[in-house]
Structure formats: C-alpha cells, structure tokens
C-alpha cells in the first residue's frame, strides 16, 4: 500500500519568467538572476522525473511575479484538490490560471472563497492530521474554511503558528515521511510536533529545513552540508538543487511544485 504522504505519482511545476525580478520578497538580498534560476529548475524537475514520476511543466505566466512557486496556489489531497485563496494580492490570480490545468486532473476541485486567507506554504499533510499555520499569508478565516472541506473528506486539521518573521510555516519544516519531519529548532520549541520524530536541521542551517520527500528521494536546497550529512546518516537518498535565486524571493524546494 503507498503512502500519500510522500509517494507520488504526478507533479506540476512552471517554469519562471522574465518578471520573477518583480517577485514579492521579505527582505532584499539582490535580483535573481533568470538564467540561474531556469538552470536549477530544470535540473528540480529532473530530479522529480527520475523516480519515475509523471510531471506536468507549465509555461512562464507572465504578469504574476511569483507564479513559480505553484504550491501555494493548491492543496492536492486524494479525495480532490482545493484551490487557495493567497494572502498576496499580487497571487490571486495564479490560482484560477493553475485552476484551469488542476480540473483536468481531479474530478473534485473545490476553492476556498475567501474572506479569509490560506497559501500551500503554510499546509503539512502528515500520516494523521493536516496541520495549518497561521502567518502573515494564512488567517484564521482562510484555516476554519479549509478545514470545513478537509473534514468532509475525512482528514483532521490542526492549527498552527509559524515563529515570527517567518513566511510560510513549511519555510521551517517539511515531511521525510508520515511520521517523520524536518524541522527548525525554533519552530520543534513551540510543541507543534508532539508526538512525531522530528528531525533538526543544522544550526546556521535553518533554509534546508525547507526540502521535499518525493518517492525515494529527499530534494534539498545545496550548501547546507551538515543538514545533508544528516540525512543521509538517517537513510535517505539526497539530492541538492541550487536554490540561491528562488532563496531572494523567500522560495524552496516545496514552492516549485504540486506533488500527488
């Protein structure tokens, strides 16, 4: 029997454009550079595509900065899939672009209608529980409707709280396997993980916390040696992506992809 948690059959990803120089940020720490980014992308989806998965790749959507980071647009669970409603103005409109490729793939799409604001960034789908952060881009309006669907479907949601001064909760945590998380110290202290066997990252290693478990292999942001060491030592199958220019637009490795 697989496990939805990590083992997929399917990605989409979409590759950046000219107008990712425009992408929303915290902090400036330089334009990124499109040929760079085009060049890790390329090998991201490589290593989506070398486990056997099938991955939809969808043109630059010119006018939307961000569009590369498809994951907040989407939740994609067995039962369907749930179209976001972004904290970002600026996104809105990714979501009915990505909703148009989503529809032919899941018989049951459902959108959440707002007022309320939830992003994919802030969502962990775990063996048990989907747990929800609340943070500067998801409100508690945004986590109450989305939880009305996901009970419906069956699924346990919990809400969280992603630290301050951090985007999106999945910016400090990602899943290695149903029980099993990567996680900041910061983020582990406040007891959202009770009960999981959480993994730390390195000191001065918090931006890997950020990677993804897709089918046999760990997809991680390179040049954070220690935190590969680890997992590696743990068991998994590591593989490092350059994530230096999605990292000036607060991106990683989850962002770059709807994983089902």
């Known amino acids: 029997m697989s496990d939805p948690t990590f083992e997929f059959s399917r990605a989409i990803t979409r590759r950046p ?36 998965a099938e991955v939809t790749e969808l043109p630059p959507l010119e006018g939307f900065a961000d569009a590369v980071f498809v994951e907040d647009t989407t939740l994609c669970l067995p039962q369907g899939a749930i179209m976001m409603h972004p904290g970002a103005p600026s996104r809105v409109g990714e979501v009915a672009e990505m909703a148009k490729t989503v529809r032919g793939l899941y018989q049951d799409v459902r959108q959440i209608q707002g007022p309320g604001h939830v992003e994919g960034g802030d969502i962990l789908v775990t063996g048990r529980e989907i747990l929800v952060g609340r943070s500067d881009r998801t409100d ?51 007891g959202c993980f009770e009960g999981y066997r959480v993994l730390h990252v390195a000191e001065g290693e918090e931006a ?47 962002c770059l992809s709807l994983r089902f």
């Open 17 to 52: 454009s000219a107008c990712i120089v425009d992408g929303l940020r915290a902090k400036d720490i330089g334009t990124p550079d499109l040929d760079r980014m085009q060049q890790a992308h390329t090998a991201y989806v490589a290593a989506l595509k070398s486990t056997g």
């Open 140 to 190: 508690a309006a945004g986590v109450a409707e989305l939880a009305e669907i996901a009970t419906e479907w069956g699924h346990t949601l919990r809400e969280v709280f992603t630290p301050p001064g951090v985007l999106h909760f999945k910016t400090d945590c990602s899943l290695m396997d149903g029980e099993t998380i990567l996680a900041t110290k910061r983020l582990d202290a406040s």
């Open 208 to 254: 890997a916390a950020n990677a993804i478990r897709f089918n046999n292999l760990v997809i991680m942001p390179a040049g954070f040696p220690r935190t590969a060491e680890m997992l590696d030592n743990a068991g998994y199958e590591v593989v490092q992506i350059d994530n230096s220019e999605c990292a000036k637009l607060d991106g990683g490795m989850s």
